[in-house]
C-alpha cells in the first residue's frame, strides 16, 4: 500500500524551526501529502496536507518538491508540546489513511 | 461537537471474553475508521465504512475481529474471543467527504485495552 520514509527520529531546540523530511518517490499525481502527529497517550491529530504547491495553517507549513517525490513539514518555532510522533501520509484513491512508523521529535529547552 | 467519542477509555478483560469497543464519530461524518496500535506494529488501518457500509475489512487480523455501525452516529468493534495478543489501543476516527483525500481525519482518544 501508500509507501513513505522517515528518519526514525530528530532533535530540535525548543524556539528553533524544524524540518521534517517524508520521501514518497512512488506517489501517484492524485495522492494528497497528509502529515498527522501524535502526542503522548492521545490519538493522532491532523497536521496539514497538500497535492502539489506549498501550504500553510497555523501550525505549520507544508513545502512539496517540484517532482513531488519528498515533502517536508517545517514547523517553524518548536515548543516543548511539539513532542510528538510526526506521521507522513500519502492517501491513495481508497480514501485510506495508512500509517508508517514516523518521526518521533524531540524537543530540548 | 465533542469530537470523537469512544468508550471504554480502558477496559481490562480475561483471555476468551468477549470484548466490545465503542465509538460515536463526528455528526455529519460520513467515514468511519478503526485502527489499533501496539508498539510492535505501530498504527495498523483495521478496517473502514462510508455512509455505514463497510468499505474495506482486509485489515482485521482475523475471525474473531467483527465491525459494525448500524447507523450514522455509532460503531462498535467486536473481539470474541479476545486473546493477550489483542492488547493494544483502539482508534475510531471519522472524517466527512466524498474521499478522504482531501480531507482530514479527527481522531478519539483511543480505547487501551488489555487482555489478560
Known amino acids: 500500500d501508500a509507501k513513505t520514509t522517515q528518519p526514525n527520529s530528530m532533535e530540535s531546540n525548543e524556539e528553533e524551526p524544524v524540518h521534517l523530511p517524508c520521501n514518497h518517490s512512488?506517489?501517484?499525481?492524485?495522492?494528497?501529502i497528509h502529515w498527522y502527529r501524535q502526542l503522548p497517550s492521545q490519538g493522532p491529530e491532523y497536521v496539514i496536507h497538500?497535492?502539489?504547491s506549498n501550504v500553510n495553517n497555523r501550525m505549520a507549513s507544508l513545502a512539496i518538491a517540484e517532482d513531488r517525490k519528498s515533502s517536508t513539514l517545517i514547523l517553524h518555532r518548536a515548543t516543548l508540546r511539539d513532542a510528538a510522533v510526526y506521521y507522513c501520509?500519502?492517501?491513495?484513491?481508497?480514501?485510506?489513511?495508512?500509517f508508517g512508523q514516523g518521526t518521533t521529535l524531540q524537543v530540548k529547552p | 461537537d465533542a469530537g470523537v467519542i469512544q468508550s471504554p477509555r480502558h477496559e481490562v478483560t480475561e483471555m476468551g471474553q468477549e470484548v466490545t469497543l465503542r465509538c460515536k464519530p463526528i455528526?455529519?461524518?460520513?467515514?468511519l475508521f478503526w485502527y489499533r496500535q501496539t508498539m510492535m506494529r505501530g498504527l495498523e488501518l483495521l478496517i473502514y465504512?462510508?455512509?455505514?457500509?463497510?468499505?474495506?475489512d482486509s485489515g482485521m487480523p482475523e475471525d474473531r475481529f467483527s465491525a459494525k455501525m448500524p447507523n450514522a452516529s455509532f460503531s462498535t468493534l467486536k473481539i470474541q474471543p479476545s486473546e493477550p495478543r489483542d492488547s493494544a489501543v483502539y482508534f475510531c476516527?471519522?472524517?466527512?467527504?466524498?474521499?478522504?483525500?482531501?480531507?482530514?481525519?479527527?481522531f478519539g482518544q483511543g480505547t487501551r485495552l488489555t487482555v489478560v
Open positions: 455528526s455529519g461524518h460520513d467515514y
Open positions: 465504512f462510508n455512509n455505514n457500509v463497510p468499505i474495506d
Open positions: 501520509i500519502r492517501s491513495s484513491n481508497t480514501g485510506k489513511l495508512i
Open positions: 476516527a471519522s472524517s466527512f467527504g466524498g474521499t478522504v483525500m482531501n480531507t482530514e481525519a479527527f
Open positions: 512512488t506517489i501517484s499525481g492524485t495522492d494528497y
Open positions: 497538500g497535492l502539489t
